[in-house]
């Protein structure tokens, strides 16, 4: 068994034969996200990023359910070192975070809250969502499923708060949860949307386009193949 996560950070010969032109799209759509707010600069050194970055997340999520009353720097920050604890980028999680990195962590929070509620009317939120598993794949846990105001659109959000582009896994990644979503009888969403806070940029597309474009062929049949191809490998979890 292997998780949604891990099948998309590899297994590059797999994906390029339901996605061979994937790579160009990951090159097409790098060359313009969208800019939604200004890159934050950080003095912090790198091996502290996945801990600083955790914590702005967690203190996003605390702020989705329970309000800005119920924000709790040491709470995210203890959150945050537990879900990375023994994951292959735990190092530099031991020391408490100091002033800036705290800061730091903080300004990712807000740059999300501000996507998600004044940028898109992304009411209706939900964070990390276990999605069950299909075959040989265990299940998957995607940061966010998100609905407009109305409820007449919803998207799959990956959140990337690292100093990179986006790269083919980040995508794999995606269109990894849309297969279980299928695979679980619930449909695929409308948008996936990868967005990264420290960058200050995202890429918005549409599920269809996406998987056309990755493909060559329509959507409902790509993610219905893999959904297919995992089923008749093994039994889900």
Excluded at 17 to 40: D, K, M, Q, T
Excluded at 131 to 136: V, Y
Excluded at 213 to 223: Q, T, W, Y
Aim: net charge negative; charged share 25%.
């Amino acid at each position: 068994m292997v998780s949604a996560e891990r099948l998309a950070a590899g297994n590059g010969s797999y994906w390029n034969s339901f996605l061979p032109r994937l790579e160009h799209v990951v090159r097409i759509s790098n060359l313009g996200p969208r800019r939604v707010a200004p890159p934050l600069h950080t003095s912090f050194p790198p091996h502290r990023q996945a801990l600083v970055s955790e914590t702005g997340f967690r203190l996003w999520a605390q702020q989705v359910q329970f309000g800005l009353p119920g924000v709790d720097l040491a709470v995210a920050e203890r959150q945050a070192r537990g879900r990375l604890t023994g994951l292959e980028r735990s190092e530099g999680i031991v020391d408490p975070l100091v002033a800036s990195e705290a800061d730091s962590a903080q300004d990712l929070g807000d740059r999300l809250v501000d996507y998600f509620l004044v940028k898109r009317d992304l009411q209706h939120i939900e964070i990390e969502s276990r999605l069950p598993g299909c075959g040989f794949v265990s299940g998957g846990q995607p940061d966010a499923l998100a609905w407009d105001g109305g409820r007449k659109s919803n998207c799959l959000l990956e959140v990337k708060s690292v100093n990179r582009a986006f790269r083919s896994g980040d995508f794999r990644q995606l269109i990894s949860y849309l297969v279980l979503m299928v695979a679980a009888g619930r449909g695929h969403c409308d948008e996936v949307v990868l967005l990264n806070p420290l960058r200050g940029t995202a890429l918005e597309l549409s599920v269809d386009e996406l998987v056309r474009d990755a493909s060559g062929e329509a959507a409902d049949d790509v993610l219905q193949a893999l959904a297919s191809d995992w089923a008749s490998s093994g039994s889900s979890q």
